[in-house]
């Protein structure tokens, strides 16, 4: 869960203006905008969740972070320095989306030159590349050419390098992809001890649940704009919008039940019901469960269900999910948004 | 200074990667057999000879280190750095501390590095080839492969810097081109001055195009070579004086070419 008593945050780490990439392909020099001027800022000591559906520019974005592209306009400072600038990179760490690396080269040996690239002497390399090739679960494999690796495996190897550094900022490009739900979590585990350690984490993700568990704040980019930049908590409505009702009862009530609360939805609620319920009533095999839309209804519901002999086992007032906020920003059904 | 230090302990960690990477790959150890075995080969040719066996050794021992290194420095210039963009191992280490010119020159330094131990090694096994058979592996014979490997450094730079912007074929094949242009300069220039072409429009641009390619036949051991002398490892050979001036023309070729590929705005690793 992100931190409750999260310190006022002192400054910003990374600061993007107006940032803006356009791509210019083909013979017809055909232009693709990928990231259309966005602007937020990420605070030390946060885990800042960079999300949105496939395509939506999270990865441009990065890329232009990292200094892997240049960016079409707009300015962006990473600790108070430019885009490239050596003492800025020394104080960051990088997972690129889906990494690659030597094939002929072991883990340790990768480590080793990353650990030289900043500047380590040996013995602290070697140290470092110990401790984090055990942390993320590699040791066993650390003499064994990456060539052997599995996707996952090379996701840890990536894991390890954006660390060997030890920075500040740690910037993740879709750091759980390829990763078994062991791995997931060990990441998550992984990303709050660096936050504890007063570390900024910077992560994008399409995977919801992951950024829920673990973001202070998130900012959601959907066709390369920026939609909406905050904490969870403000983003997300406080208002109820629906309650979900679990009951148990003969079958004669169930039947009664629904036919006197049958339909109802209005065309907004329906559409919000969507992907969670197609139906209002529906039979598990913990009970009957019913979905009210009005705090009136729920209680009209309650009292005909222990009117008619019935017993209530739950009643759950469901706020806006992450996901909804996702797909509201998104604008498409939740289906589409899930890999 | 400090800076300068820095500077060298990122360029050689990242040519020490390379060397790594390169040594390990079972194409470059099958081509260094081909070119041991045409040695052995020389072997079987000198017993056909009438007492020429050690020329023969010396000329196919030298052929060989010559033609497998010219196909070694086309794999790895072309190979090495285009497989980073192609498998985009480069996203991890362009976002480090170093400067993008540093991760470039450290990729060649460890293509050096590696033609240069597969060019000692070569040579020793020309070395034993040449000691089993009687003969003297002198000073002339360094000479000519301290020549063959300053050619293969060229073509290596030349390599590597087409294929910054092409694709792998064609940067071969271009690097190729260039090579075999440049090793036939001479003929070319001849025939730029020749009558049928003195003061007409292709007579100026092969005039133009032999200023830009590399000379590569400034490296060339056996033949005429700039002043017009026959050089042969044999009899007379090219002096200590004009190796260095060889290594020079390589050094400056090599960072025209380093310049030429740095100087524009640095592109997009996409």
């Known amino acids: 869960m992100p931190r409750a008593d999260r310190p006022q945050m002192a400054s910003s780490v990374l600061t993007i203006e107006n940032l803006r990439k356009e791509f210019v392909r083909g013979l017809l020099r055909k232009r693709t905008v990928a990231v259309d001027g966005i602007s ?227 065309e907004g609620a329906a559409e919000a019901a969507e992907d969670a319920e197609a139906e209002r009533h529906r039979s598990r095999s913990e009970g009957e469960h019913f979905v009210a839309h009005s705090q009136g209804e729920v209680d009209r519901f309650l009292a005909a269900v222990v009117a008619g002999g019935g017993a209530v086992v739950q009643v759950t007032p469901q706020r806006e999910t992450l996901e909804e906020l996702f797909v509201r920003d998104a604008g498409v059904k939740a289906e589409e948004q899930r890999s | 200074m400090e800076v300068i230090v820095g500077s060298v ?49 010396k000329d196919l021992g030298l052929a060989g280190i010559s033609i497998f290194g010219v196909i070694i420095a086309l794999f790895l210039g072309v190979n090495l750095l285009s497989k980073e963009l192609d498998r985009k191992t480069v996203y991890a280490i362009i976002p480090k501390p170093l400067h993008r010119w540093e991760f470039l020159l450290g990729k060649y330094l460890g293509m050096v590095v590696t033609m240069t131990a597969l060019v000692a090694l070569m040579s020793l096994v020309l070395m034993a080839f040449l000691a089993v058979q009687g003969g003297r592996h002198g000073v002339t014979m360094v000479r000519a492969e301290i020549l063959i490997w300053l050619e293969l450094l060229l073509l ?80 007379s050979f090219v002096s200590w004086g004009y190796v260095a001036s060889a290594g020079a023309y390589c050094l400056a070729y090599a960072a025209f070419a380093w310049r030429w590929r740095s100087s524009p705005s640095p592109r997009d690793f996409t």
Not at chain 1, 45 to 68: D, H, I, Q, W, Y
Request: charged share 20%.
């Open chain 1, 40 to 266: 937020f800022e990420v605070e030390a000591g946060e885990v800042f969740g960079f999300l949105g559906p496939n395509g939506a520019g999270k990865t441009t974005t990065m890329k232009m972070l990292m200094g892997l592209i240049l960016p079409t306009s707009g300015a962006v400072s990473i600790l108070g320095a430019p885009v490239g600038d050596l003492a800025a990179k020394r104080r960051i760490g990088y997972l690129p989306e889906n990494p690659y690396f030597y094939d002929y080269l072991t883990a340790t040996e990768f480590l080793h030159m990353v650990g030289s690239l900043y500047g380590l002497d040996r013995s602290l390399r070697a140290r470092r590349a110990g401790e984090l090739l055990e942390r993320v679960g590699l040791s066993m494999a650390k003499n064994r050419s990456m060539r052997s690796y599995s996707k996952g495996m090379l996701q840890r190897v990536g894991l390890a390098q954006a660390l060997m550094g030890d920075p500040e900022l740690v910037v993740l490009d879709e750091p759980m992809s390829g990763l078994d739900p062991i791995g997931r979590r060990e990441v998550r585990e992984l990303m709050l001890e660096l936050r504890e350690r007063g570390k900024t984490v910077f992560f994008s993700t399409h995977i919801l649940a992951d950024a829920n568990m673990l973001c202070d704040r998130v900012g959601i980019i959907v066709k390369g704009t920026l939609r909406d930049v905050g904490q969870l908590g403000e983003l997300l409505s406080p208002k109820v919008h629906r309650v979900d009702v679990l009951w148990t009862g003969p079958e004669s009530l169930r039947e009664q039940l629904r036919k006197d609360f049958a339909g109802g939805l209005d």
């Open chain 2, 156 to 235: 290596m730079a030349v390599a590597m810097l087409f294929s910054s912007f092409s694709s792998p074929w064609l940067s071969a094949m271009m690097a190729a081109g260039l090579w075999v242009i440049g090793r036939n300069s001479a003929e070319l220039e001849a025939f730029a001055g020749s009558p049928k072409l003195e003061d007409s429009f292709g007579g100026d641009l092969l005039g133009f195009i032999l200023e830009v390619v590399p000379d590569f036949r400034m490296f060339y051991v056996s033949g005429a070579n700039f002043d017009e002398a026959v050089v042969s490892v044999h009899e």
């Open chain 2, 9 to 57: 302990e990122r360029m050689w960690a990242i040519a020490l990667n390379t060397f790594r990477e390169a040594v390990r790959n079972k194409v470059l150890a099958i081509l260094v057999l081909f070119a041991v075995a045409l040695m052995a080969f020389s072997l079987v040719l000198g017993q056909l000879s009438l007492h020429e066996e050690i020329r023969i050794i």
